[in-house]
């Protein structure tokens, strides 16, 4: 086990240029850390835990590079208690009894709780999950758990009603530009060579990085080698010495500035308008860019939904199948089908309804509370369940006539019904909304 906040080396003795630059980089102050201001800014939450030096439990969720791992270690460091680092792919129950063992140990010997940090979180199980929850209790440790999934969903809840669950953001341009001229200042500090860098080369390792700083420094790290390797080392880090270390991928992301998510907008906002031309070019685009194809074909599955939904619902299957096409088959099989998904999107017709009720119903759901399911729509698999009246006056819709159970209430008791679904006048909802006009006549007796 690896206890992360000891010092890992003499740095008298230890080679650091083995150790990556994102690694040697990494802020060792809460001032030098760049980016996720709405934590870290004065006044902001994890700032005040570390000015008041009041450590509690939290998870972190973000994309990679971010920040995660490094403000755990702030955050220890600040407090100066004992960080005990894992990682959720490689430990398991035990790993958690002995860190939990020597939490106890330091508890016994100094007053304070340790810091268990752990990565990837999401990839523990219940069980390893809830061994966690009698330490949490007692005060032996305060978990911070990084992520770059939903904790919603990944989380069991008893552990997560102990965390606060903190949002980290993909980091800006202007972020990851102050962390690339921080490595270029701070890369050969002990020796003679210092590189400035050119705009070109600048903004593109900038929308390469996606937001991820890790991404960004590893591309520099690249870009030192190769220039390191010159018999003539240049000042100035140039746009063809990037190409010489990216290829041709560095063309597919200068392109006057525009940035992966304004694509992926472009993309959904094409489909939308029913431009298939154009949205094949934004496809092509990202595909040719480097962007995760399964990435933008679950983007597909969400324009199917929320664009389309029931004016044409075999655009939901025919996108289902593309993702799965891309998921078993890869490229360049899967990307066909991930193009041919996105010209069918585009030439269907178009709703909103779907994406609009639900919208509404969840209003609703937040807004009414935790209302009560009519008796009447209770199963009542037991006796006692049907004595007390469960199942009571439910009419069974296959036995009325059409199979409809006309002028019936489905909402809570205490709910007026609503409607939230209005289907439009296109595709497949045009008969959709002729059926439920029709319901509704017969329900009040027209």
Known sequence: MEDMFTDECNHNTCDTSEIPLAERLRPTTIEEFYGQDHLTNIGMPIRTAIDENKIHSMVLWGPPGTGKTTLAKLISSSL???LISLSAVMAGVGDIRNA?????EIRVTSGMPTLIFLDEIHRFNKSQQDAF???LEDGTIALIGATTENPSFQLNNALLSRLRVYVLNALDDCTIKKIINNALRNQFSENKNKFTIDDKSLNAITIMSGGDARHALNIIELVFAYLMSLKKIPKEIRFEHLKKIIGTNVRRFDNKGEYFYDQISALHKSIRGSDPDAALYWLIRMIDGGCDV?????????VASEDIGNADPRA???SLDAWECMEKLGSPEGELAVAQATIYLACAPKSNAVYKAAKSAMSDVQSLGSLSVPN??????TKLMKEIGYGDN???????KDGIAYGEKYFPDDMEPRKYYYPVDRGLEIKIKDKLTRIKEIALGN
């Open 100 to 104: 939990v063992k020597k939490a106890q």
């Open 316 to 318: 939901l299957r025919i």
């Open 294 to 302: 399964l990435y933008l074909a679950r983007r597909l599955i969400r």
């Open 80 to 82: 100066k208690i004992h």
């Open 376 to 381: 009447k729509l209770k199963n009542a698999p």
């Open 133 to 135: 929850l009698p330490y």
């Open 394 to 400: 439910y009419r069974y819709a296959h036995d009325e």
